[in-house]
T-cell receptor, first 113, second 110 residues
Framework: ETGVTQTPRHLVMGMTNKKSLKCEQH?????MYWYKQSAKKPLELMFV???????ENNSVPSRFSPECPNSSHLFLHLHTLQPEDSALYLC????????????FGSGTRLTVV | GENVEQHPSTLSVQEGDSAVIKCTYS??????FPWYKQELGKGPQLIID?????GEKKDQRIAVTLNKTAKHFSLHITETQPEDSAVYFC?????????FGAGTTVTVRA
């Protein structure tokens, strides 16, 4: 365990379903991130939270909705996804925003059918 | 925004040989360059990093070099071992976030 825990590890959902991904960190970090990882592509930053405030939304479709109720927890709510949304979704945390000290979770492998 | 390019996309080396992965970045304001290793079923893990005021850093069998003028940095793995087989990502930090390369799949042949 890296200190960042993601659940579930695997998720299969239909295009009309609603599901949520959960991320929890026990490192005392103030920043949390959602990344999308697709094969042969760079990690795509989706959302950045600093002290529970969203500081960036990288033009992510509204079918992805983040929630950060406190500095230890981060959620990604999913609804009416498309097959091209199938990917590994990674959560990360860091002491502050700025690139230093990133710790990643193991990811949630999402398949949209 | 920052654009990071990484080469090669795949690399196969004989056990004991060296492996080199190269990255270029576009934003001259970037000042921190970490490298991550991702094994199957796991998230990326930091293996070494370098800041813009340093030209080279070494940690046992891995080393990173940075050329700020040319805006490129490289990862060197010496005496490769089977457990070095993984996907390696470079990244560059500007503003408040990391931008990643597309990754290099390294296979170490026994």
């Amino acid at each position: 365990e890296t200190g960042v825990t993601q659940t579930p590890r695997h998720l299969v959902m239909g295009m009309t379903n609603k599901k949520s991904l959960k991320c929890e960190q026990h490192l005392g970090h103030n920043a949390m991130y959602w990344y999308k990882q697709s094969a042969k592509k760079p990690l795509e930053l989706m959302f950045v939270y600093s002290l529970e405030e969203r500081v960036e939304n990288n033009s992510v479709p509204s079918r992805f909705s983040p929630e950060c109720p406190n500095s230890s927890h981060l959620f990604l709510h999913l609804h009416t996804l498309q097959p091209e949304d199938s990917a590994l979704y990674l959560c990360a945390s860091s002491p502050q925003t700025g690139g230093y000290g990133y710790t990643f979770g193991s990811g949630t492998r999402l398949t949209v059918v | 925004g920052e654009n990071v390019e990484q080469h090669p996309s795949t690399l196969s080396v004989q056990e004991g040989d060296s492996a080199v992965i190269k990255c270029t970045y576009s934003d001259s304001a970037s000042n921190y360059f970490p490298w991550y290793k991702q094994e199957l079923g796991k998230g990326p893990q930091l293996i070494i990093d370098i800041r813009s005021n340093v030209g080279e850093k070494k940690d046992q069998r891995i080393a990173v070099t940075l050329n700020k003028t040319a805006k490129h940095f490289s990862l060197h793995i010496t005496e490769t071992q089977p457990e070095d087989s993984a996907v390696y990502f470079c990244a560059a930090s500007s503003d408040y976030k990391l931008s990643f390369g597309a990754g290099t799949t390294v296979t170490v042949r026994a």
